[in-house]
């Protein structure tokens, strides 16, 4: 079964999966990479290697989470299953609301963290190219800059926890829908699923 480009009433297209799944894999890694760079020790030199690749891997997910929400705002989202009671309708909104904002927030507040204790230089993404400091916050002595950074750290590393609980709970509704309620929330958003008729 060929997967459309666009988003369909009855399942997502091919760019909003793309978009889905290459998110979800770099915020999986990351999680890792952020928790396990947080238990080694500054002298370790693979926390610094570990730190940088979770710097580049931030920046591409709030590249491609900000393009995913542009591409939301152009495409309808597939309707709730029939049969959806108020309640999982509003906990299942509220659950995606808060997944964009975390997948837009917490490399936001990364970047300003960066940001403010860099002194103005970019930030390798990949080796490939910098990304550049948050403007605003480029002028700022280091002694004015540190608060800030103290700050946008606290953020950072809060909405991770945040995410960290969310995740699974994210995982959990899919399979929930697929293997006890068996409608097509999960399919409809697998490359190549068939969806099941009727529901």
Do not use: C
Not at 190 to 199: F, I, M, N, T
Request: glycine share 8%; net charge positive; charged share 10%.
């Amino acid at each position: 079964m060929t997967t459309p480009v666009r988003d369909l009433p009855s399942r997502y297209g091919a760019v909003a999966m793309t978009l889905h799944w290459l998110i979800a894999a770099a915020i999986i890694v990351n999680l890792y990479l952020g928790l396990t760079a947080a238990d080694l020790p500054r002298s370790d030199p693979s926390k610094f290697e570990m730190l940088a690749l979770h710097k580049s891997i931030g920046f591409t997910v709030l590249a491609l989470s900000i393009l995913r929400l542009v591409w939301r705002w152009m495409n309808p989202v597939p309707p709730p299953p029939q049969g959806m009671t108020r309640l999982m309708r509003i906990a299942g909104t509220s659950a995606h609301h808060f997944l964009y904002f975390l997948i837009i927030a917490i490399p936001l507040a990364g970047w300003l963290m960066v940001s403010s204790g860099s002194q103005g230089h970019g930030t390798s993404v990949f080796g490939l190219f910098d990304w550049p400091a948050f403007p605003i916050l480029t002028g700022l002595p280091r002694s004015a800059a540190h608060p800030w950074h103290e700050s946008f750290e606290t953020v950072h590393v809060v909405l991770a926890w945040a995410m960290l609980f969310l995740v699974p709970l994210h995982i959990l509704a899919g399979l929930y829908h697929h293997f006890i309620r068996r409608d097509n929330v999960l399919m409809r958003m697998l490359p190549g699923a068939k969806l099941r008729s009727g529901v």
